[in-house]
């Protein structure tokens, strides 16, 4: 598994380029259908409008109309906002953003690194968020922003250990802590002894799922845990002196992540690349691999925006106590229960 | 003997010392944040100043003023029926209600009554505002709150308000129809039967908002005992409306004030909720859609015929006098005091508007609130900023 076996011998820098290449169309790509499916069109349909409807045919060209109106916008820096901070604040998001993609695997050989650590890997990265959100907060100059920033260091930090907590579970039953080897486990994995569609960990692993699926929802600040950046209470929170590109990769950050992290749970609960009926080891599925997962990112991020453009969000105190005395202690019970049936069974 | 006791007094003493050192480089200074003059969430200017200590709040005050017109003043220099074309803009999303209160009051002094198909029509045309004004707050509150969705809805059903509002008086948002002495025009042919539609889709919209909002258990969270206005309280900072009414007070100037509009003659019940809090707010504005929608459709079934004008003298001068006339706008008590001395034009105009009262409460209910209670409060008394500064 650990070595690459290519049909033409490329050079490192030929590799490298490919793999750079790769990187943003998967960061890119699920964060362009996300916008355009249900930001744009699906919260429109919920909300008893059209949603773009001019630039292509349904609107589909909108997005390249909004990243070039970003573009041309001034790049507006308050006079006395910390001025290297400020700047750095939306690269060091994207950071955590393209880190995440390198753990999931899109079919049996494709990935861009398989270590027996992924799991734990995705998880650490997952955080470096935090900090360029906090140095958007404290660079601004703001006092919107700064309190945006500050709710929002407290917020991904509280769900932080949630998710970690509901990945345990799927760590467990698979016994692995490598991502490929998890997408394996489901894939040749048997309900008592019924294998026809494997063993997806989401039919075990449900409030594991659940979990992860609300701590994702905190981490990715959208409604209902929109807090940080509320915009009836602090205007945009850390967002609000953005303008122009800077804005335009927090926001791209914002919705890669969404789509990474829905990629995640597809991995963990949902199979991965994976669809049943076929054998995970043909070479079909380095093909169909990245369609299968991203119609699955789909399907979860549904879920996600959903939520979004439903619920009213939560205060500040009542988000902590969710977290604390709800989440994390179900988390926990889980990976008992979990424990205990992985060495019954 | 005594070195150690020395020792470990001096030991205590440099301790205490230490601590009052971090004390004093810990102690955090609190933050003034001004919510306004231009600011999301208080759709137009209202400049709230916050001292903040971390996210709670120390103490608020309300800066009014950005939006003055002075329309008091302004009165003064217009004919009797040029006025409702400036007092229209005060309540701007329930325009048609302004009129009312003024044309009462001036009809007072001129010792006219209007006839009786004018009243009801009028009526009908008052409780349409307040659905069209109060049907946006359902929505709003949400949005306050973080819930994109519902306020689309309030948009959606409350266009068909407008409709009727704008079939009946050729405005939508400022229909400037009541006269003194009756109404500009009889109805429209066809709208009785068209808002008895209308005022079903209001009715789904209402339960529909009690499913999405006013059921979702983020929104009870946000707002049940959440800025509790006593009843006292609230009378003593001259809260009206919804407001008073979501404290626990049985007073309604529809049923108690007794002025020329025809709610005696309907078969309604005043609402009211003893919590005081944001919830019971919402809420009883939500009853009172739903009631106003009962009285639009009895009035609908049961208006008189006749003339809608009184005979009332060309060029209209309203003998000297004063008089005070209050309705029970959709905000809450709106009167006008109108001081004439004879002339074609007011002497004086005060204007009671019910927002410039209800904000009133702010210093008191918002102190020691969190952020975003302030907005969820503020949400709940519903001011219009047109209404507060007029």
Same mark, same amino acid.
């Given at each position: ?5 290519? =049909? ?5 820098? !030929? ?36 949603? %773009?409807? +001019? =630039? ?48 999931? %695997? ?53 769900? +932080? ?11 467990? &039953? ?42 994702? &929802?905190?981490?990715?600040? &959208? ?30 950050? +914002? ?62 105190? &009542?988000?902590? !106590? ?24 | 003997?005594? *070195? ?14 230490? #601590? ?191 499913? $999405? ?32 009414? *979501? ?5 309604? $100037? ?20 003893? #919590? ?24 609908? #079934? ?17 003998? *000297? ?51 975003? #209670? ?17």
């Amino acid at each position: 598994m650990n070595t690459v076996v290519t =049909a033409v011998e490329l050079a490192y820098w !030929q590799q490298t380029a490919i793999r750079s290449v790769a990187a943003l169309v998967a960061v890119l790509i699920p964060a362009g259908t996300l916008v355009y499916l249900y930001l744009f069109k699906m919260m429109s349909f919920m909300q008893s409008r059209l949603g %773009p409807m +001019e =630039a292509g045919p349904y609107g589909s060209l909108q997005l390249l109309a909004e990243v070039g109106k970003f573009l041309q916008k001034e790049d507006l820096i308050p006079r006395a906002a910390d001025r290297v901070v400020f700047k750095a604040a939306p690269f060091v998001v994207l950071v955590s953003t393209f880190l995440l993609v390198l753990v999931l %695997p899109a079919g049996p050989d494709l990935w861009f690194i398989n270590v027996d650590t992924g799991v734990f890997l995705a998880l650490a990265v997952s955080s470096i968020s935090v900090i360029g959100i906090l140095m958007a907060g404290w660079g601004s100059a703001s006092k919107y922003s700064l309190l945006g920033g500050l709710r929002a260091a407290g917020q991904l930090v509280a769900y +932080e250990l949630p998710l970690v907590l509901a990945v345990m579970g799927v760590v467990i &039953q698979a016994g692995t802590l490598n991502v490929q080897e998890i997408v394996l486990a489901q894939a040749n994995g048997e309900i008592f002894g019924w294998g026809a569609i494997g063993n997806p960990f989401v039919i075990t692993q449900f409030l594991g799922f659940a979990i992860f699926l609300v701590a994702v &929802q905190a981490e990715l600040t &959208q409604p209902p845990f929109d807090m940080p950046v509320a915009e009836s209470e602090i205007v945009a929170g850390y967002l609000t002196e953005y303008s122009g590109m800077r804005f335009l990769l927090f926001f791209i950050g +914002e919705f890669a992540t969404a789509g990474i992290f829905a990629a995640l749970a597809a991995t963990f609960f949902l199979g991965g690349w994976y669809v049943p009926g076929l054998d995970p080891a043909s070479d079909l599925f380095n093909l169909i691999g990245p369609l299968v997962l991203l119609t699955k990112i789909v399907l979860v991020s549904f879920l996600i925006f959903w939520f979004r453009f439903t619920y009213p969000r939560f205060r500040e105190d &009542q988000l902590q !106590q969710l977290a604390w005395k709800v989440l994390i202690p179900l988390a926990l019970a889980n990976i008992v229960v979990t424990g205990v049936l992985k060495v019954v069974f | 003997m005594t *070195a150690p006791t020395q020792t470990r007094q001096m030991a205590y003493i440099a301790g205490q010392a230490s #601590d009052a050192r971090v004390n004093v480089e810990l102690e955090t200074e609190g933050m003034t944040l001004n919510i306004g003059p231009q600011h999301p969430a208080t759709h137009g200017t209202l400049r709230i100043i916050v001292r903040l200590d971390g996210e709670r709040v120390i103490s608020a005050e309300p800066v009014m003023g950005y939006m003055h017109r002075g329309y008091e003043k302004l009165t003064e220099v217009r004919t009797y029926p040029q006025v409702t074309t400036l007092i229209n803009r005060i309540d701007w999303l329930g325009s048609f209600a302004n009129e009312v209160p003024f044309i009462l009051a001036a009809e007072r002094l001129m010792e006219i009554e209007a006839p009786p198909r004018a009243q009801w029509i009028r009526t009908a045309l008052f409780e349409l505002s307040r659905i069209a004004n109060v049907v946006l707050f359902l929505g709003d509150m949400g949005v306050q709150l973080g819930a994109i969705t519902p306020v689309f809805y309030a948009f959606r059903d409350r266009e068909f308000v407008l409709n009727q509002i704008e079939a009946v008086t050729g405005g939508r948002f400022h229909p400037n129809f009541d006269r003194i002495g009756g109404l500009k025009d009889d109805l429209p042919k066809g709208w009785v039967d068209e808002t008895r539609g209308v005022l079903g889709r209001i009715r789904s919209f209402c339960d529909e908002m009690e499913n $999405l909002v006013s059921g979702n258990e983020i929104f009870q969270a946000r707002t049940r005992s959440i800025g509790v206005i006593p009843a006292d309280m609230g009378l003593a900072y001259g809260l009206s409306g919804a407001n008073i009414r *979501a404290s626990g007070v049985d007073w309604d $100037l529809r049923r108690d004030g007794g002025v020329g509009l025809v709610h005696d003659q309907l078969d309604w019940k005043v609402w009211t909720h003893p #919590d005081g809090d944001s919830f019971a707010r919402y809420w009883v504005r939500l009853q009172e859609v739903r009631e106003a929608c009962g009285m639009v459709e009895q009035i609908l #079934d049961g208006i008189p015929s006749g003339p809608v004008m009184a005979k009332v003298p060309r060029i209209i001068k309203v003998p *000297a006098g004063e008089a005070y006339v209050e309705t029970e706008n959709p905000l809450g008590i709106m009167g006008y005091y109108v001081v004439s001395k004879g002339d074609l034009v007011p002497y004086r105009v005060k204007i009671r508007s019910a927002s410039f009262n209800n904000v009133s409460i702010v210093p008191w209910v918002l102190r020691g609130v969190y952020v975003p #209670d302030v907005i969820s409060i503020l949400a709940s008394l519903y001011f219009i900023l047109g209404d507060i500064d007029r």
